[in-house]
Structure formats: structure tokens, C-alpha cells
């Protein structure tokens, strides 16, 4: 996790537990529940994406360097 993934988290979980001290276990906990895991998901989905990201940034840069090398062994010969 990076690090703005990590405040963006920690400002979710304090503002959560702020919630529930303020507005106590009534039926509006569900409520600030459901925008906790929310905020969770769109992180965990970023991490996703970002580790996609580099994974096939990986592959492309395994890609360009076969071609480059495929250039330099067609101009040898």
C-alpha cells in the first residue's frame, strides 16, 4: 500500500470511530459501516490495479526489448 492509500485509510477508520462515538450504536451505524467498507474496497482496488499496472508495464519493456533486439539481429546479418 502506498502512502496515500495509508492516510486515506487511517482518515476512514478515525472518522468511522468518530461516528460511532458521536452518533452511538443506533440504526445509523450500518450507514457509516457501509462508507467504511466502500473506502476499503476503492483502496484494496487500487492496489489491485496498480499492481496490474506494473505487471504489464513488465511485459512491455520485456516486449520492446525482444524488438529491439530482433532489429540489431536483422541489421548483422
Do not use: C, P, W, Y
Not at 6 to 24: Q, S
Not at 28 to 44: N, P
Request: glycine residues 2%; hydrophobic residues 55%.
Amino acid at each position: 500500500m502506498d502512502r496515500a492509500s495509508f492516510i486515506v485509510a487511517a482518515a476512514t477508520l478515525a472518522l468511522f470511530v468518530a461516528a460511532l462515538f458521536v452518533k452511538g450504536f443506533t440504526h445509523d451505524l450500518f450507514l457509516e459501516a457501509g462508507v467504511f467498507l466502500v473506502s476499503v474496497k476503492i483502496i484494496v482496488m487500487t492496489h489491485r490495479n496498480s499492481l496490474a499496472n506494473i505487471s504489464i508495464q513488465n511485459k512491455l519493456d520485456a516486449i520492446l526489448a525482444a524488438m529491439k533486439q530482433d532489429q540489431t539481429f536483422r541489421r548483422e546479418t
